[in-house]
């Protein structure tokens, strides 16, 4: 099904992509071994007042996290972690009278959000786990850098990089980022009984790295994978958005039967995931967005999003829009026309994003797909959408006042217009106004 004719051909916006993407590359690479991140003015300054009184041969902060990996990768830094000996009220301290206001921002996970001028940091006291349930951690705060990185998750989560550029690697992180490996530090089990939210950690990082899964690991989250239903559902459903911002989760059914494995085991809802298996042919031709990933993995015939949607409480905005997307679903496997004679009239109902969204779930529950099919996309860009030619200034002219009544009559008479292929004429809409008004 294929509606209006495209212009086949290679993607005359490629060498221009490539370019970009040299740049970039280019940049990352200068930055990373003339201007390395941690040599940034206001990173330095911040170091500076946090050391002020401090012996001169000890760390007393150092980075952590994903600026870590991303800089020993050459990858683009955004989020900067930063670890501490100090606790939260010793940095309000320290930091009161400069340059950087605190945050409160989780106090009672040890951090504060240090933000200036053009930087925002999160720091967190270094800490050791007393006593942990699953869901809920009981800590000491502690001054030991070899002590904290035992209770991270995995060795590529503690590595430290101090404000010299001078790395600390207690568990060997280093290593297992060079051959993207994903391991827990110590005992999987003991490790995941912590925090089960570990298991969706690990999912993100592994899709994130397209990491191998070693047997033990599987093992060990295959025997723990029911705590997680003692999780709040606002942390799952935190972890997942990010799981599926990530560009390689797209990929996930070529590279991990393992990790796929467990991933389906853990979000079971996504009933439609091999919708992802083709949707390689059509990832140039529409914006990647979280509504479009949930609506491949959720929206069926069956109402199945509705249920996600109630077990992880999302927000009324995702809410609508799947729901949406779910009855113009039935609607278009119900219709033969709905991508053509009824095209513009639905485009106009649902917007351009959301009817390429529609169109995307038509195409990848397709067997077969042809370049014709998928190089229709182009033409929806090309359809104007007509605009209903009255609004409310007209029937304010015409002595209509109340609101309400306003918007009843304008609402019928362009439901009228768009069920006449958006044509009323000015007499039919007074005729429209006239009906209205009489037996209101």
């Not at 609508?320 to 106009?348: M, P």
Request: net charge positive; charged share 30%; glycine share 4%.
């Amino acid at each position: 099904m294929v509606f209006g004719t495209t212009i086949l051909g290679s993607n005359p916006s490629a060498p221009a992509k490539i370019m970009k993407k040299y740049i970039e590359n280019l940049n990352i690479i200068i930055n990373k071994f003339i201007f390395p991140f941690y040599r940034n003015k206001d990173i330095k300054l911040l170091f500076k007042n946090l050391e002020d009184g401090e012996s001169s041969n000890k760390d007393v902060a150092m980075f952590v996290g994903g600026c870590v990996r991303n800089y020993l990768q050459s990858k683009t830094i955004e989020d900067i972690d930063i670890a501490t000996i100090f606790t939260t009220d010793e940095i309000k301290k320290k930091l009161q009278n400069s340059k950087f206001k605190v945050i409160d921002t989780g106090l009672e996970h040890g951090s504060v959000t240090v933000v200036s001028q053009n930087k925002k940091f999160e720091i967190t006291t270094l800490r050791k786990d007393i006593k942990t349930d699953g869901r809920h951690a009981e800590v000491e705060t502690i001054d030991n850098w070899k002590e904290d990185s035992k209770r991270r998750d995995f060795t590529i989560n503690a590595i430290y990089l101090n404000k010299n550029g001078k790395i600390f690697d207690p568990q060997q992180g280093v290593n297992d980022l060079k051959n993207n490996l994903i391991k827990f530090i110590g005992d999987p089990e003991t490790r995941i009984e912590e925090d089960f939210l570990r298991i969706i950690r690990f999912l993100r990082f592994t899709i994130q790295y397209n990491s191998s899964i070693e047997n033990s690991t599987i093992k060990a989250i295959k025997l723990k994978l029911n705590g997680i239903k003692n999780l709040s559902k606002e942390r799952v459903l935190t972890e997942l958005f990010k799981i599926l911002k990530l560009k390689n989760f797209l990929n996930i059914l070529e590279n991990n039967k393992e990790l796929m494995e467990i991933f389906t085991l853990v979000f079971p809802e996504f009933k439609k995931i091999d919708r992802l298996k083709n949707f390689s042919l059509i990832e140039n031709y529409i914006e990647k967005s979280e509504i479009l990933i949930l609506a491949l993995l959720l929206v069926d015939l069956k109402d199945n999003h509705q249920y996600f949607s109630h077990k992880y409480k999302v927000s009324n905005k995702i809410q609508d829009k799947l729901d949406l997307l779910g009855k113009k679903f039935k609607e278009l496997k119900n219709d033969n026309e709905f991508f053509k004679k009824k095209l513009v009239s639905n485009l106009y109902d649902v917007g351009i994003k959301n009817l390429k969204i529609l169109y995307s779930l038509h195409l990848l529950d397709k067997k077969k797909i042809s370049m014709k099919e998928v190089t229709s996309f182009r033409t929806l860009d090309k359809i104007s959408i007509p605009k209903f030619p009255f609004d409310g200034k007209y029937l304010l002219k015409k002595g209509i006042q109340e609101g309400k009544k306003i918007g009843i009559i304008l609402k019928k008479a362009e439901k009228i217009w768009v069920e006449n292929n958006f044509n009323l004429s000015t007499e039919d809409f007074e005729k429209i106004v006239k009906k209205n008004t009489i037996s209101n």
